[in-house]
């Protein structure tokens, strides 16, 4: 069990729906990250929150929106997807923005947009 | 811009020694990592190297860092099926986020 949990493992949406995946860490980090895998392309960093602020987004479609409450917890909330959106999105944190000790992933949350 | 290349494959039968190469381009980076990730699992941090080392070693895996041609590689003796993977390179890269390679998927034959 790694220290960040991602929820759901799994979601299937149609394009107009509305979701929103979770990340929790309790490991006392204070940056967080959303990153986008998909088979044809490496990880895509996509946002970095720093403190709870919003230090980077990579040119992400406002489709995704992420929230970061706390330090503790990150949201991505989805609307209006494409069937290219299907990916895994991993959610990572650090003590700092960089650290000797990386960034710890959760599992993923596997997405298909159909 | 930054950048970390991989191959993508390599296939190496149980028993064998695996060696899994890297190359960057920020010559900044003060660190540098390796990370596995299993089928259906997040990355998994597995080792990382200081810039001012050249070598590191922990237990069957040996990091070795050439900072002059930006060369990392990652050396895992006596290879299991159980480490079969995908394995990345990351560079710390100088603006403060991770820099991943595409990953190399690990195949272990019996």
Known sequence: ?114 | GEDVEQSLFLSVREGDSSVINCTYTDSSSTYLYWYKQEPGAGLQLLTYIFSNMDMKQDQRLTVLLNKKDKHLSLRIADTQTGDSAIYFCADGGSQGNLIFGKGTKLSVKP
Do not use: I
């Open chain 1, 1 to 114: 069990e790694t220290g960040v949990t991602q929820t759901p493992r799994h979601l299937v949406m149609g394009m107009t729906n509305k979701k929103s995946l979770k990340c929790e860490q309790h490991l006392g980090h204070n940056a967080m990250y959303w990153y986008k895998q998909s088979a044809k392309k490496p990880l895509e960093l996509m946002f970095v929150y720093n403190f709870k602020e919003q230090t980077e987004n990579n040119s992400v479609p406002s489709r995704f929106s992420p929230e970061c409450p706390n330090s503790s917890h990150l949201f991505l909330h989805l609307h209006t997807l494409q069937p290219e959106d299907s990916a895994l999105y991993l959610c990572a944190s650090s003590q700092e923005r960089q650290g000797v000790y990386g960034y710890t992933f959760g599992s993923g949350t596997r997405l298909t947009v159909v």
